[in-house]
């Protein structure tokens, strides 16, 4: 599976921003969804994921309140939404799909990932 992620950019603090990622392929149903983010210099973190069938999500606790995953299965696409950005939120973003588990949240649970979106809030 391919995926694309876009919609990153500059932004202020307390601005919102909506990240996309389209999958390819024909079984995104069957696909449990994840976004991660990588700021300069730190590891790759966990920042949101989301069930197969959309029923179930679960958000970092450091993002709970502003941001909300989401997707849209007859567009093989997974939002992020996010709100009330902070400088902290500056990296980069990563999608990523799981095939063979209804719900991911662990990076090494993820077998796909796209190639990232960047954004920067600036105080």
């Known amino acids: 599976v391919q995926l694309q992620a876009s919609g990153g950019g500059s932004v202020r603090a307390g601005d919102s921003l909506r990240l996309v990622c389209v999958a390819s392929?024909?079984?995104?149903?069957?696909?449990?969804m994840g976004w991660f983010r990588q700021a300069p210099g730190k590891e790759r973190e966990f920042v949101a994921a989301i069930s197969t069938n959309g029923g179930t999500t679960s958000l970092a606790d450091s993002v709970k309140g502003r941001f909300t995953i989401s997707r849209d299965n007859s567009k093989n696409t997974v939002y992020l939404q996010m709100d009330n950005l902070k400088p902290e939120d500056t990296g980069v973003y990563y999608c990523?799909?799981?095939?063979?588990?209804?719900?991911?949240?662990?990076?090494?649970?993820?077998?796909?990932w796209g190639q990232g979106t960047e954004f920067t809030v600036s105080s």
């Open positions: 990523a799909s799981e095939r063979t588990l209804p719900m991911a949240t662990m990076a090494r649970e993820f077998d796909s």
């Open positions: 392929g024909r079984a995104f149903t069957n696909m449990a």
